[in-house]
């Protein structure tokens, strides 16, 4: 639904990876135990899952541990941190970046969520 505004911005970090703002591609906030995956291609290579983290209103999340939390939110328009650790510190200059977010939705029979693709300066 709101797919062209997913992804928002590019950092990176001091030594390895870095982080990339995503908002999300639905029209309410769900608590994080619906937030099935937040899927990150960077550079045309996946990141893999156990190697990023879910960062929303301070509060930091493996996504091993989204299935559990049923006490925090992602609010529409919130702006959630996906962090990423490639192994190596992120190369200045342009980036293409592509997220895929599943959210299971109540009332929906199928998935939920939507694909942005980007390209980015990191900061």
């Not at 769900?30 to 960062?55: K, N």
């Not at 929303?56 to 939390?69: Q, R, S």
């Not at 529409?76 to 997220?99: I, Q, S, Y």
Request: hydrophobic share 35%; glycine share 12%; proline share 7%.
């Amino acid at each position: 639904m709101f797919d062209q505004y997913i992804v928002c911005g590019l950092r990176a970090r001091e030594r390895s990876g870095g982080e990339v703002e995503v908002r999300m591609p639905y029209y309410r906030g769900l608590f994080l135990s619906m937030v099935e995956a937040v899927d990150l291609v960077l550079d045309g290579v996946p990141v893999p899952p156990e190697r990023t983290t879910f960062t929303v209103h301070g509060n930091t999340y493996t996504f091993a541990e989204l299935p559990g939390i049923t006490g925090d939110r992602w609010e529409m328009g919130e702006r959630a941190v996906l962090g990423f650790d490639t192994g190596e510190p992120l190369a200045p200059g342009e980036h293409d970046v592509e997220v895929s977010v599943r959210l299971r939705i109540s009332y929906m029979p199928v998935p939920g969520g939507g694909r942005d693709r980007k390209r980015l300066v990191a900061a």
